[in-house]
């Protein structure tokens, strides 16, 4: 048995069970004594059933889900009859985390980071159209689990009810209905009118051609570009994973179906409902090695690692890592893969070679500064104490670039941007500042007390380098943050009155390696400046030599939800 599941690979899990569903052998993340109470009260009777269909029919499989924590975990599952045993593996294909979860009169229990905010509310009182609502948690209660689509503040969403003990809300954005209509457009004004109602249901700026038809709104700040064809978009924010699919969409729709442009450009394979792989054109024939024989094997034969936006495939002759894209219309699955394995070894040696370079050189470093510092305990003259000093301060210096070389290889990889409340992390990264700032003579004020915006668990390195740069270079005797409201966006500054930045480096302060004057790695406010356009927002210098400092930085605002929250469906 295990020798079949190491065959299998790492993702499954394998089981023993005697004819009373006993475990006889276990490797599932579950501790239990039988299969069916693995499953949880809600789904025990269709563990039962898996069971009696193995005992009658010889071999069984299905779904179960499975609530570990706050996570609801689904896994597929294969039951054998063999020699009085039921033999079993199991596959976790995916997992939920519910978006809050209430009782049943709808007082919200437990809420995920994104809807903390509900938390103590009741979600009733933000029902428009309540009746019908009612009758969703009621199937909900029949059914298991019941999906409707709807809206909440007017953005399309996906809004599915499990019902176990309690009632879990999963809420996802409905972009998979936005892509169809602009996939079914029959003119190119279509295609504008439908690509423009998916960008501003998503809150998006934007300047976009398609053919003959121009449009745009809000078009200032930071972009991604995309072409397509007939036409390019400038979209202003936070680039979302779902927009990949958006140029596919665009270009099928201007090339009105036609099958030729999927063959000719891109790897393409049409799966069912169930996964099954109905069709494949030549670029996938090519990029995979499969031919007809591949027709009706289930996806994950050959997809056979599903973490993460790079997946590992298993080709006829080899392993490729792939991107893959999809589009579902008419019960059919339209996927799309792009081959980056020679990106994804770069990568996977860039990320060893870092490695070394963020530990083994970093923990070495240390060792030697140890070393220093108990070399300063000794008896030593004046210029040996010199020599010491700079070799500390070299040490110091390279630690510091590997530190500043680990936040842009952190900074690289992707991270959900989040509402973010800065006021009480910028009081931290202050105090932990003030012992350092004591030194150079230097006291810092900061007059943020509440400010939500728009990024992530690294937007604290904007603020240490901004504020860490002027205890080091700017020669002042103070340091004040502060923090307002302006129109869509949240400003915060911090300014200092030292010795200024001459006017005609303004614009190169935030240019990768650039220093004035000093020794330090030039990556500082490089980092600051890709965090601000990561998070959407932007960063700018007002300086004058002789009389301080100011960077300026403008957030996206993370908005109240709690004062307009509105379900409809």
């Known amino acids: 048995m295990e020798d079949i599941a190491r065959l299998l690979g790492r993702d499954y899990s394998f089981f023993k069970l005697d004819m009373r569903g006993n475990f006889i052998l276990n490797t599932l993340p579950y501790d239990a004594p039988t299969f ?27 779904i179960l889900h499975i609530k570990n924590d706050d996570t609801i975990e689904k896994y597929f599952f294969r039951l054998i009859l063999k020699d009085d045993e039921i033999l079993g593996v199991a596959k976790k294909i995916d997992e939920e985390k519910p978006s809050f979860i209430t009782d049943f009169m709808g007082n919200v229990i437990q809420a995920s980071k994104e809807w903390e905010w509900l938390l103590g509310s009741n979600v009733f009182d933000e029902i428009e159209g309540k009746e019908r609502f009612f009758k969703l948690i009621s199937e909900a209660i029949e059914r298991g689990e019941k999906e409707e689509k709807g809206e909440i503040n007017d953005r399309k969403v996906r809004i599915k ?70 036409g390019y978009a400038k979209i202003y ?83 490729l890592w792939v991107k893959e894209k999809a589009i579902k219309l008419g019960g059919k699955t339209y996927l799309i893969i792009e081959d980056v394995t020679k990106e994804k070894e770069k990568m996977d040696e860039n990320e060893f070679l870092n490695s070394i370079l963020r530990h083994d050189i970093f923990n070495k470093n240390q060792i030697a500064l140890g070393y220093i510092g108990l070399l300063e305990k000794t008896n030593l003259n004046k210029k040996q104490k ?40 910028l009081r931290d990264i202050c105090s932990s500042f003030e012992e350092e700032a004591k030194k150079a003579g230097i006291t810092i004020s900061c007059n943020v007390k509440n400010a939500t915006v728009i990024a992530d668990e690294l937007v604290g390195e904007i603020f240490s380098n901004i504020i860490k740069n002027s205890i080091e270079h700017s020669n002042a005797s103070q340091i004040e943050i502060n923090g307002r409201n302006l129109d869509g966006a949240f400003e915060i500054t911090i300014e200092d009155n030292g010795k200024g930045i001459p006017k ?43 009389k301080g400092t100011k960077v300026v930085l403008h957030f996206r605002k993370g908005k109240q939800e709690k004062d307009f929250f509105k379900i409809r469906l």
């Not at 078009?219 to 570009?225: T, W």
């Not at 000719?264 to 499969?290: A, D, Q, R, W």
């Not at 010491?388 to 040490?395: D, H, M, P």
């Not at 000093?518 to 210098?541: Q, T």
Request: net charge negative; proline share 1%.
């Open 36 to 62: 069916i109470e693995i499953a949880g009260d809600e789904e025990k009777a269709n563990a039962a059933k898996l069971i009696y269909d193995a005992l009658s029919k010889k071999e069984a499989e299905g």
């Open 386 to 425: 010199s020599y010491v000093e700079k070799a500390k301060t070299g040490i110091e210096e390279s630690n510091r670039l590997i530190q500043s070389i680990r936040e842009l290889n952190e900074i690289r990889k992707e991270r959900k941007l989040r509402k973010i409340n800065v006021g009480k992390l």
């Open 237 to 319: 924010g936070e680039k979302r994973a779902e927009l990949d699919l958006l140029p596919l969409a665009i270009s099928i729709a201007m090339q009105s179906f036609k099958k030729e442009f999927l063959a000719e450009m891109l790897p393409l394979c049409v799966l069912n409902g169930n996964g099954n792989i109905v069709s494949i054109n030549k670029k996938f024939s090519e990029l995979t090695g499969y031919g007809e024989e591949i027709i009706g094997e289930n996806i994950n034969k050959i997809s056979v690692d599903g973490s993460g936006e790079i997946k590992k495939w298993k080709g006829k002759n080899r392993t």
């Open 504 to 546: 005609e480096f303004a614009e190169d302060v935030f240019k990768q390696g650039w220093r004035h004057n000093s020794e330090g790695s030039g990556l500082g406010l490089y980092i600051v400046k890709k965090l601000m356009e990561r998070y959407g927002g932007n960063v700018k210098i007002e300086s004058e030599e002789g």
């Open 161 to 230: 009810i499990r019902a176990t003990d309690e009632l879990q809300f999963y809420i996802k954005d409905d972009f998979e209905e936005l892509l169809k209509d602009i996939v079914k457009s029959k003119s190119e004004k279509e295609i504008m009118e439908n690509v423009c109602r998916l960008l501003d249901s998503f809150s998006y700026g934007y300047e976009i051609k398609i053919g003959n038809e121009m449009r745009s709104k809000d078009n200032d700040g930071y972009f991604f570009y995309m072409e397509f064809e007939g």
